[in-house]
Each structure stands twice: as structure tokens, then as C-alpha cells.
Nanobody
Framework: QVQLVESGGGLVQPGGSLRLSCAVSENMYNFNDMGWYRQSPGKQRELVALINVGGVTTYAESVTGRFFITRDNAENTVNLQMIALKSEDTGVYYC?????????WGQGTQVTVSS
């Protein structure tokens, strides 16, 4: 069973930075793509950033230029560097891995942006 474990969330002031990490239990080349999603209070879960097996990245418009997704194949981790955080970035951030139509999710890590 694939396991994804997120870490790095916390409380940060507006304008601050955080780095999220997702540890994957399998070789990441097994997955078509991996991504970070978030669920903000009162909203549906939404895609934040995606990286495919070839390293091509996709970002939600709201985070473009502020969030950066990377993968470390040697360490089997997918990371999300977040800068210039805004209050609307608050939410639970989930790591997701996909093999064809099968998806695997982590338990999520809370990010709160507040002064």
C-alpha cells in the first residue's frame, strides 16, 4: 500500500514562507504525477501544484510565482516551497500521487497564514 506523509505545516504571518514535504513509500518513477492540493475553510479541495514524471509543473493561477513544487527522486519526496503567503492560502494541504486512474492521498498538514 502506497503511503504519503506530509510535514512542514504551521502558523506563519502574511508575507512569510513555508516549505512542505511529502515522503513517499515507493519509487516516485512509479507514478504518473504527484501534486499538492489544499482545502480551505468552506471550500472544496483544489489543485495547488502538480509535477509529472518528466518534471513538468503546473500551478493554480492563484499561487503562480509564489509556490514552487519540486521532486527529489533520490529521497522519494515531493516538496512545495511557498513564499509571499497570504491569508487565503490558509488550509489543509494534501499530497497526492497518481498511477493511471488510481490516486493515493496523505493525511494532510495544516497551514495557517495569520498575523
Amino acid at each position: 500500500q502506497v503511503q504519503l506523509v506530509e510535514s512542514g505545516g504551521g502558523l506563519v504571518q502574511p508575507g512569510g514562507s513555508l516549505r512542505l514535504s511529502c515522503a513517499v513509500s515507493e519509487n516516485m518513477y512509479n507514478f504518473n504525477d504527484m501534486g499538492w492540493y489544499r482545502q480551505s475553510p468552506g471550500k472544496q479541495r483544489e489543485l495547488v501544484a502538480l509535477i509529472n514524471v518528466g518534471g513538468v509543473t503546473t500551478y493554480a493561477e492563484s499561487v503562480t510565482g509564489r509556490f514552487f513544487i519540486t521532486r527529489d527522486n533520490a529521497e522519494n519526496t515531493v516538496n512545495l516551497q511557498m513564499i509571499a503567503l497570504k491569508s487565503e492560502d490558509t488550509g489543509v494541504y494534501y499530497c497526492r500521487a497518481r498511477i493511471l486512474r488510481r490516486e493515493y492521498w496523505g493525511q494532510g498538514t495544516q497551514v495557517t497564514v495569520s498575523s
